[in-house]
């Protein structure tokens, strides 16, 4: 049974740092891109970060680019999400996926194969 099980979300004033992780089983997250996206309220789940199987390459959406880095322990089964200078508009739930999907789709919510249950990041002063 896979498995996806995300951590780290807490509220947190702007400017801050927080580091989400997510713990994968059920599947060889070496052979799968691993991914975060994320739904802020009354809006779609959108594209944040993705790394490319086996973890060479990163992708990033334009509003966290330069803010955010995506990284995965494979040994750990584990892939994290550094979030730096974060703003109000960060604020939503978080959830790591993983896929096969290819490249040119990883942005695309409905090609991701497995999601976990998420984790509330509140970015307020």
């Known amino acids: 049974q896979v498995q996806l099980a995300e951590s780290g979300g807490r509220l947190v004033q702007p400017g801050d740092s927080l580091r989400l992780s997510c713990a994968v089983s059920?599947?060889?997250?070496?052979?799968?891109?691993l991914g975060w996206f994320r739904e802020r309220a009354g809006e779609e789940r959108e594209f944040v970060a993705a790394?490319?199987?086996?973890?060479?390459?990163?992708y990033y959406s334009q509003s966290v680019e330069g803010r955010f880095t995506i990284s995965r322990d494979n040994n750990k089964q584990m892939v994290y999400l550094q979030m730096n200078t974060l703003k109000p508009g960060d604020t939503a739930i978080y959830y790591c996926?993983?896929?096969?999907?290819?490249?040119?789709?990883?942005?695309?919510?409905?090609?991701?194969?497995?999601w976990g249950q998420g984790t509330q990041v509140t970015v307020s002063s």
């Open positions: 790394s490319k199987r086996p973890g060479a390459n990163t």
């Open positions: 059920g599947l060889p997250v070496r052979n799968y891109h």
């Open positions: 996926a993983a896929s096969t999907a290819a490249l040119s789709a990883i942005r695309q919510s409905n090609m991701w194969n497995y």
